[in-house]
């Protein structure tokens, strides 16, 4: 709603309640333009006309008096006088006063932007003065408020693509200003000017230039989520604590954060980018819909349901097929029993192809798909708490309500607990014949799949002697159970013991969740007794170049894999299929890190849809745990056709963190993974012996961005 609406609006009712006759009130309105559509079709809708009372004159010309004063500039013109005896005659803020009423308001926005850039100069040679510097400071922040209201009135405003970049431009260079150090930021702003102002000309808008932008764009939106979670997260309990304290309704209080940020040029810049949303999802040829998993079915049905966190239910065994709407997803949870399809509303944010629950979504046939478009969410949104019908038709979803007589009702047994059964696992025997193995001595039952398919493909993949492979040993299946034996660790591994009983009869997830923590800290507490087997396994790790002084990195590293068979995806997926946490057997793959500049995952057939002609890669910049972790953003993906010998680039990258290395990692290999009916992929840890190292990206120094020479070797040989 924009400030002249809003503030036409708190005038009417003033008039209404001045004279009792509700045509006063209809006709203020309609001078100013203000239909009963235009108040239905606001965010919170006005749908109702007031009913009297006279003793709320005075607090409506009370309210009415601060909202002009905030709304209509007033405050601006004051503080900006309040100053002068120290700005003197200056140009360019003399200008914005001048011209308050500027129906141009893009020019006004530029000349508020340079204005508050010049007024930086004058604050910094008044740090000394405080006097001064609060009255600089004052009309500082009402500049600051003064542009929020100057976008306000542009968001209902129809421009073209070119002036919404312009606008957005000159909005970003006054958040600079009243966040000069936010680091995250001024990466955004500089990919912006660098990479979507480039793009910003109609001339530009080739498929390969928007989803340049897009991956901008993506960023930035994210970087705006984060922000007013963040303030949401602050904000609430001090709300809640004073609402109480002062008599304020529970639903008042809850809204303060909200209003804030709503309030804040943060949330004006959020309304700005959803007007650039569909020119560039049209013209990068994007969908509404992105499909991470398709499932088994085409059609899959379920009763619809709504939650804020996948995080909060994946514990959760739902008594039917249901459909789960879900704004959070963070990349790291597990699927709930029962769910039939997951949608992500929320798109600023989205897990990769590759993250945890996108592969279990896979390994489960779940449909998994995230919704780009905000009417098609809302609709969605109309159909919860019904049974429905999602449709998947190539790169589009249809949901529907279902009208099936068919469906089954909430007490009938479900398909999903009938094809539950116990998967076997790798079977290991009870001890180890040797406490750490060469390349050469992996076998089945010793260690897992990883170790052993890196035997497997080591040297032997036909015409590519150039390919390298990392140095290799691992440690054992059954090793992490002989140190539990020892006197040393005898305590800790019967209270590890005892907590896994509790955890059997457990029922409430953060009793659960709380076992599981405990029993990865006690794990952590194992100590290393060297004796004449352990010390062989200390000497292999000399030999593998571990320095001495390095040793206890390399065991605290080794302990965390061990300790990861507690992890609580793990817990939750392995439940699902039978595996109890005192089946599952860790062996650790002990390799060399490549310190490498881009690092990929492929798919060797295309898992958005199932085409066995394409293979899909995920590419990003240094080390691939930014791909198969919980890091925001996305990578650059593409499909190439084996067929044809061409690719499809889907995503230009927009990660906020790489990952730089080098050393060793210690990789968790357990009995678990690559079973017939469960792949386990994800579920342990894998551990560098030194924290990687988290560099912020800027992509427009990035030759994936500005090379497309390279970038096209590069998809080439990952696609060879």
Same mark, same amino acid.
């Given at each position: 709603?924009?400030?002249?609406? *809003? ?73 900006? !006088?309040?100053?002068?005896?120290? &700005? /003197?005659?200056?140009?360019? #803020? ?19 932007? +340079? /204005? ?11 740090? =000394?003065?405080? =006097? ?39 909005? #970003? ?34 498929? !390969?230039?928007?989803? @340049? ?79 991470? $998993? ?31 709407? $879900? ?6 949870? !597990?699927?709930? &029993? %029962? ?28 449909? *998994?798909?995230?919704? *780009? ?11 919860? %708490? ?40 790798? @079977? ?52 992490? +159970? ?38 990865? !800290? #006690? ?20 030999? *593998? ?76 910049? /240094? ?62 840890? $894998?551990?560098?012996?030194? +924290? ?29």
């Amino acid at each position: 709603r924009s400030v002249s609406a *809003f503030l036409l609006n708190r005038s009417s009712d003033l008039r209404f309640l001045y004279s009792g006759n509700i045509e006063d009130y209809r006709n203020t309105l309609k001078r100013g333009g203000v239909t009963k559509e235009r108040m239905a079709s606001y965010e919170r809708k006005i749908v109702a006309e007031p009913w009297h009372n006279r003793d709320y004159i005075g607090d409506f010309e009370r309210y009415l008096k601060i909202l002009k004063s905030v709304h209509a500039s007033t405050d601006l013109v004051q503080t900006y !006088e309040q100053c002068k005896y120290m &700005i /003197g005659n200056n140009g360019k #803020l003399d200008e914005i006063i001048r011209c308050k009423d500027d129906q141009n308001v893009i020019n006004q926005i530029r000349r508020v932007a +340079e /204005g508050r850039e010049c007024l930086q100069g004058i604050i910094r040679n008044n740090m =000394g003065d405080c =006097g001064k510097l609060r009255d600089v400071l004052f009309f500082e922040l009402s500049l600051e408020v003064y542009m929020r209201q100057l976008v306000e009135k542009v968001i209902h405003i129809k421009l073209n693509y070119q002036q919404y970049i312009d606008e957005i431009s000159l909005v #970003l260079r006054n958040i600079k200003i009243s966040y000069p150090n936010y680091s995250e930021f001024n990466i955004c702003l500089d990919d912006w000017f660098n990479i979507v102002e480039k793009y910003k000309n109609e001339n530009n808008f080739s498929k !390969e230039a928007m989803l @340049k932008v897009k991956s901008v764009v993506s960023r930035l939106s994210r970087l705006l989520s984060n922000v007013i979670d963040y303030y949401n997260q602050n904000f609430e309990g001090r709300a809640k604590y004073f609402g109480k304290e002062c008599g304020v309704d529970n639903y008042a209080s809850s809204m303060l954060a909200e209003e804030l940020m709503r309030g804040s040029i943060f949330f004006a810049l959020s309304m700005l980018l959803k007007k650039i949303e569909p020119t560039i999802r049209q013209n990068a040829q994007l969908g509404d819909w992105l499909i991470i $998993s398709r499932g088994k079915e085409s059609l899959v049905k379920g009763k619809m349901i709504h939650v804020p966190n996948l995080h909060d239910v994946q514990f959760t065994k739902y008594p039917e097929k249901t459909v789960i709407l $879900s704004e959070n997803v963070s990349g790291n949870e !597990e699927v709930p &029993i %029962n769910c039939s399809c997951l949608i992500i509303i929320k798109s600023e944010n989205y897990p990769d192809i590759l993250a945890h629950v996108s592969v279990r979504a896979r390994n489960l046939n779940v449909p *998994f798909a995230v919704c *780009f478009n905000e009417d098609k969410a809302n609709n969605i949104m109309k159909l919860l %708490n019904k049974k429905v019908e999602v449709n998947l038709e190539n790169q589009e979803i249809l949901i529907k309500e279902s009208t099936s007589s068919n469906d089954k009702n909430n007490n009938e047994k479900d398909e999903e607990e009938e094809e539950i059964k116990k998967v076997q696992v790798l @079977k290991t025997g009870d001890k180890y014949k040797k406490i750490f193995l060469e390349l050469s001595e992996f076998e089945k039952n010793i260690v897992g799949a990883k170790s052993n398919n890196t035997k497997k493909i080591f040297g032997k993949v036909p015409g590519c002697d150039w390919l390298k492979y990392p140095e290799s040993f691992a440690i054992p299946f059954n090793v992490h +159970e002989y140190f539990m034996s020892l006197n040393e660790n005898k305590s800790i591994a019967e209270e590890i013991n005892e907590y896994i009983q509790k955890i059997k009869v457990a029922i409430k997830k953060d009793i659960i969740s709380d076992l599981l923590t405990k029993c990865k !800290e #006690l794990t952590m507490k194992l100590k290393f007794v060297e004796n004449s087997e352990t010390k062989q396994l200390k000497e292999r790790l000399f030999q *593998f170049g571990i320095k001495p002084n390095e040793f206890d990195l390399a065991f605290k590293a080794i302990k965390s894999v061990w300790a990861s068979k507690f992890n609580e995806r793990a817990y939750i997926a392995t439940s699902k299929v039978g595996i109890t946490i005192n089946d599952i057997r860790m062996a650790v793959l002990c390799q060399k890190i490549i310190p490498a500049e881009y690092a990929y995952v492929i798919h060797t057939k295309n898992p958005s849809n199932n085409n066995p002609d394409e293979v899909f890669a995920e590419v990003c910049i /240094g080390m691939g745990e930014a791909l198969v972790g919980a890091y925001e953003g996305q990578s650059l993906s593409f499909a190439y056709n084996k067929k044809t010998n061409s690719y499809d680039i889907k995503s230009f990258p927009n990660k906020s963190i790489a990952l730089k290395n080098s050393g060793f990692i210690f990789r968790s290999d357990s009995n678990t993974e690559d079973l017939e009916g469960f792949s386990g992929a994800g579920l342990f840890d $894998s551990v560098p012996m030194v +924290e990687d190292h988290e560099i912020e990206v800027c992509y427009k120094n990035d030759k994936i961005f500005y090379d497309g020479g390279f970038r096209d070797h590069l998809i080439r040989r990952i696609s060879e």
